[in-house]
């Protein structure tokens, strides 16, 4: 009975001291400056990661309906100091500026084109330290198109109430619903804008508006009379991270032959037609193919199990990147359908011949919620393809 008793006693204080050991460490662990530094770099990293999200800003993990925010270090400037009454309107809207250049784009682009329909002046708020990058990013391809902006430091005042439009990333909404609107300032609260139908008919001055290159592209072919250039938008990196769909290798490769097939049957009746009629090239002495992505190694296997010495694999930047498109690519395959870059790559390239996945026929996560339109999102004259059995083909609209 004694010793049982001196068990249950001795048991207890341990249990006490074990617990009290517990709370010690604690405080102890949280005192400790390397848990701090540890912290810190621990959302440093998180942080890092996130913003490496381009596509859509949907985030998986997070509500799809939500466009992720970074949660830390998005320290909102002041509000902005701006005049009323200065017998001028104003369009501005909730610019995703921690994104990139693709999604930048298809924003600043939308809300100018919106403003010219609505006879407003287009207003970028630099709301904080993102949007200063969005704004730098963007003067190094379009200068001429920020330079119709106006633009002022800081968020959005308490004084302008944001105005709900477009609220699905990818889907058209008609603006004739705004024409009434008579406020001095119109912030819309819309995101992404990633129609077409917001700019119709604008490509020819959006090509006026990019930046001349100040170099020649010399590590890359020229397009020309004799030299037919396929350029081939590969996005990887990010898109595995966060399961947006991309193709697969032997995808590909089967578009490229699509595409070939497609020139060389083309070019077996150009005796008969205008050249330009078959812009798919092979009535061109010479054809190269350049890829463009972010998984070199990918590239440099496609290229090597393709059309290897006629290959290239382009290590520009962006900026640099779009401005080749417009200057050279006779033809643009778009292969991770929902790559908004691509979708520039495309949109602005010489020849304005576009092939692209078939969203339909992927795992998008916006189509599955209803998000996205395809006849918004891609132009009618682009081609979309798809599997069937070993090959690609065309497929229907
Ligand atoms: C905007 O204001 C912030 C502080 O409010 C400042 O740090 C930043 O440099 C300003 N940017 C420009 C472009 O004036
Ligand atoms: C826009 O405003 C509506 C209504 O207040 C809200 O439900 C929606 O989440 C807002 N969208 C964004 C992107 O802030
Ligand atoms: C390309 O193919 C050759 C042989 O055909 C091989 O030696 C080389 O390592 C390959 N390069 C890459 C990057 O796959």
């Known amino acids: 009975m004694i010793e049982r008793n001196i068990y249950v006693d001795i048991y207890k204080i341990d249990k006490k001291k074990k617990s009290f050991d517990g709370v010690h460490y604690a405080v102890r662990i949280v005192k400790s400056p390397i848990f701090w530094m540890v912290f810190i770099l621990i959302l440093l990293l998180f942080e ?3 913003n490496q999200v381009d596509p859509m800003a949907y985030v ?5 309906h939500a466009p992720s925010q970074p949660l830390f270090f998005r320290i ?4 902005a ?3 009323f009454s200065t017998s001028q309107k104003y369009l501005s809207s909730n610019f995703q500026a921690f994104n990139r250049l693709g999604n930048h784009l298809f924003e600043v682009v939308s809300i100018f084109s919106l403003a010219k329909k609505l006879k407003r002046t287009p207003l970028f708020l630099i709301q904080d330290c993102y949007h200063e990058k969005m704004l730098e990013d963007l003067k ?3 200068p001429d198109l920020i330079a119709q902006f106006a633009v002022v430091n800081g968020s959005v005042p308490n004084s302008i109430k944001p105005t709900v439009f477009h609220e699905k990333c990818c889907t058209f909404q008609d603006p004739s619903i705004l024409e009434d609107i008579q406020d001095e300032y119109l912030y819309l609260n819309g995101t992404h804008y990633q129609s077409w139908k917001y700019f119709p008919g604008m490509r020819d001055d959006l090509i006026n ?4 290159p100040d170099h020649n592209f010399l590590s890359l072919p020229e397009s020309s009379d004799t030299n037919f250039i396929k350029c081939v938008h590969i996005r990887r990196g990010d898109f595995i991270e966060f399961l947006i769909p991309i193709a697969d290798k032997t995808f590909i490769i089967n578009a490229m032959k699509f595409i070939d097939e497609k020139g060389r049957s083309a070019g077996q009746a150009a005796q008969y037609l205008p050249i330009q009629k078959f812009p798919e090239g092979r009535t061109r002495i ?7 992505g972010d998984d070199f190694q990918f590239m440099e296997e496609i290229r090597n199990s393709t059309v290897k010495e006629d290959g290239f694999v382009s290590r520009m930047s962006p900026a640099d990147d779009l401005l080749y498109s417009k200057n050279n690519c006779d033809v643009v395959l778009i292969t991770a359908a929902h790559s908004t870059f691509g979708w520039w790559m495309g949109y602005l390239s010489k020849g304005n011949r576009v092939y692209h996945t078939d969203i339909l026929y992927t795992d998008d996560i916006n189509i599955r919620e209803g998000l996205l339109e395809p006849s918004d999102y891609f132009l009618p004259h682009w081609i ?3 599997s069937s059995g070993l090959a690609v083909v065309e497929s229907r609209k």
């Open 140 to 142: 190094t391809i379009v």
């Open 81 to 83: 100091l701006i005049e």
């Open 48 to 50: 890092y990661w996130r």
């Open 384 to 386: 979309p393809l798809k």
């Open 60 to 64: 998986p993990f997070l509500s799809s």
């Open 286 to 292: 010479n054809s190269y193919t350049v890829f463009f």
């Open 209 to 212: 508006f990019l930046k001349e």
């Open 76 to 79: 909102p400037y002041p509000p």
